[in-house]
Protein backbone atom coordinates (compact mmCIF):
# COMPACT_ATOMS: atom_id res chain seq x y z
CA UNK A 1 0.00 0.00 0.00
CA UNK A 2 1.35 3.64 -1.35
CA UNK A 3 1.09 6.04 1.76
CA UNK A 4 1.43 9.59 0.21
CA UNK A 5 2.23 12.85 2.12
CA UNK A 6 -0.53 15.44 2.66
CA UNK A 7 1.07 17.93 0.22
CA UNK A 8 1.85 15.01 -2.39
CA UNK A 9 -1.84 13.89 -1.80
CA UNK A 10 -3.17 17.75 -2.36
CA UNK A 11 -1.36 18.34 -4.77
CA UNK A 12 -2.76 15.41 -7.15
CA UNK A 13 -6.32 16.24 -5.93
CA UNK A 14 -5.65 19.87 -6.83
CA UNK A 15 -6.32 21.13 -3.98
CA UNK A 16 -4.40 22.79 -1.34
CA UNK A 17 -3.09 21.51 1.73
CA UNK A 18 -5.73 23.00 4.44
CA UNK A 19 -8.15 22.06 2.08
CA UNK A 20 -7.04 18.06 2.87
CA UNK A 21 -6.74 18.60 6.35
CA UNK A 22 -10.20 19.61 6.45
CA UNK A 23 -11.11 16.39 4.29
CA UNK A 24 -9.61 14.38 6.93
CA UNK A 25 -10.87 16.17 9.85
CA UNK A 26 -14.58 16.21 8.34
CA UNK A 27 -13.99 12.22 7.44
CA UNK A 28 -14.56 12.87 3.50
CA UNK A 29 -11.27 11.33 3.29
CA UNK A 30 -9.47 8.47 5.13
CA UNK A 31 -6.14 8.94 6.42
CA UNK A 32 -3.79 6.72 8.46
CA UNK A 33 -2.26 8.40 11.20
CA UNK A 34 1.20 7.27 11.60
CA UNK A 35 3.37 7.08 15.25
CA UNK A 36 4.09 10.20 15.24
CA UNK A 37 0.68 11.90 14.66
CA UNK A 38 1.32 12.69 11.36
CA UNK A 39 -1.52 11.59 8.77
CA UNK A 40 -0.92 9.61 5.46
CA UNK A 41 -3.71 9.44 2.46
CA UNK A 42 -3.24 6.10 0.79
CA UNK A 43 -2.83 5.78 -2.78
CA UNK A 44 -6.62 4.07 -3.45
CA UNK A 45 -7.79 7.53 -1.56
CA UNK A 46 -6.77 9.82 -4.00
CA UNK A 47 -7.82 7.27 -6.81
CA UNK A 48 -11.32 6.93 -5.38
CA UNK A 49 -11.77 10.90 -5.29
CA UNK A 50 -10.12 11.40 -8.38
CA UNK A 51 -11.67 8.55 -10.33
CA UNK A 52 -8.60 7.92 -11.77
CA UNK A 53 -5.99 5.33 -11.25
CA UNK A 54 -3.00 7.38 -10.93
CA UNK A 55 -0.06 4.74 -10.75
CA UNK A 56 3.22 7.98 -10.27
CA UNK A 57 2.50 11.62 -10.20
CA UNK A 58 3.84 11.62 -13.31
CA UNK A 59 1.13 9.75 -14.74
CA UNK A 60 -1.38 11.92 -14.34
CA UNK A 61 -0.86 15.56 -16.70
CA UNK A 62 -3.04 18.59 -16.06
CA UNK A 63 -3.55 21.55 -18.66
CA UNK A 64 -0.20 23.91 -18.10
CA UNK A 65 -3.08 26.92 -17.62
CA UNK A 66 -4.20 25.81 -14.62
CA UNK A 67 -0.92 26.40 -12.87
CA UNK A 68 -0.63 30.19 -14.34
CA UNK A 69 -4.01 30.83 -12.67
CA UNK A 70 -4.24 31.99 -8.90
CA UNK A 71 -7.39 29.56 -8.20
CA UNK A 72 -6.66 27.71 -5.45
CA UNK A 73 -8.79 24.55 -5.10
CA UNK A 74 -8.30 22.72 -8.42
CA UNK A 75 -10.50 19.66 -8.24
CA UNK A 76 -11.05 17.27 -11.33
CA UNK A 77 -14.00 15.77 -12.01
CA UNK A 78 -16.18 14.39 -14.92
CA UNK A 79 -18.69 16.89 -16.54
CA UNK A 80 -22.16 15.46 -15.34
CA UNK A 81 -24.58 17.76 -17.48
CA UNK A 82 -24.43 20.95 -19.64
CA UNK A 83 -27.88 23.14 -20.30
CA UNK A 84 -27.00 25.62 -22.53
CA UNK A 85 -30.22 28.15 -22.78
CA UNK A 86 -29.15 31.64 -24.52
CA UNK A 87 -25.93 33.20 -23.54
CA UNK A 88 -25.42 30.78 -20.75
CA UNK A 89 -25.05 27.22 -19.67
CA UNK A 90 -25.55 25.20 -16.67
CA UNK A 91 -22.48 23.40 -16.14
CA UNK A 92 -22.81 20.42 -13.81
CA UNK A 93 -19.33 18.40 -12.65
CA UNK A 94 -18.93 15.75 -10.36
CA UNK A 95 -15.53 15.64 -8.02
CA UNK A 96 -15.60 12.78 -6.33
CA UNK A 97 -19.19 12.20 -5.53
CA UNK A 98 -20.05 16.13 -4.77
CA UNK A 99 -21.44 18.04 -7.81
CA UNK A 100 -20.23 21.19 -8.28
CA UNK A 101 -22.37 23.62 -10.48
CA UNK A 102 -20.74 26.55 -12.69
CA UNK A 103 -22.79 28.99 -15.04
CA UNK A 104 -20.37 30.02 -17.94
CA UNK A 105 -20.89 31.76 -20.85
CA UNK A 106 -22.55 28.88 -23.83
CA UNK A 107 -19.79 30.04 -25.93
CA UNK A 108 -16.96 29.18 -23.75
CA UNK A 109 -19.40 25.71 -23.04
CA UNK A 110 -18.70 25.44 -26.44
CA UNK A 111 -15.35 26.44 -27.41
CA UNK A 112 -14.36 24.21 -24.34
CA UNK A 113 -16.17 21.30 -25.61
CA UNK A 114 -18.10 20.72 -22.62
CA UNK A 115 -20.58 17.59 -22.55
CA UNK A 116 -21.39 14.64 -20.66
CA UNK A 117 -18.89 12.05 -19.88
CA UNK A 118 -15.64 14.70 -20.19
CA UNK A 119 -12.94 15.33 -17.53
CA UNK A 120 -12.53 18.82 -16.61
CA UNK A 121 -11.08 21.13 -13.66
CA UNK A 122 -13.35 23.22 -11.44
CA UNK A 123 -11.41 26.27 -10.48
CA UNK A 124 -12.62 27.77 -7.36
CA UNK A 125 -11.27 31.23 -6.27
CA UNK A 126 -12.81 33.31 -3.38
CA UNK A 127 -15.74 34.64 -5.31
CA UNK A 128 -15.95 32.67 -8.45
CA UNK A 129 -15.53 28.89 -9.81
CA UNK A 130 -14.38 28.38 -13.16
CA UNK A 131 -14.13 25.34 -15.67
CA UNK A 132 -11.07 23.87 -17.61
CA UNK A 133 -11.06 21.17 -19.78
CA UNK A 134 -9.15 18.26 -19.06
Known sequence: ?????????????????????????????????????????????VDRLTMVKVATKAARTRPAVLDAISGRNKLFGVVESVRRE???AEVR??????????????????DLGLKRGAHAYALIKSTEVMVVRA
Not at 13 to 38: D, E, F, V
Not at 101 to 108: F, L, V
Open 86 to 88: GLL
Open 1 to 45: MTLLKLPEAAKLLNISYPTIKQWIYKGRIRSIKMPGGHHRIPQSE
Open 93 to 110: INVAGQIITAIITSQSCK
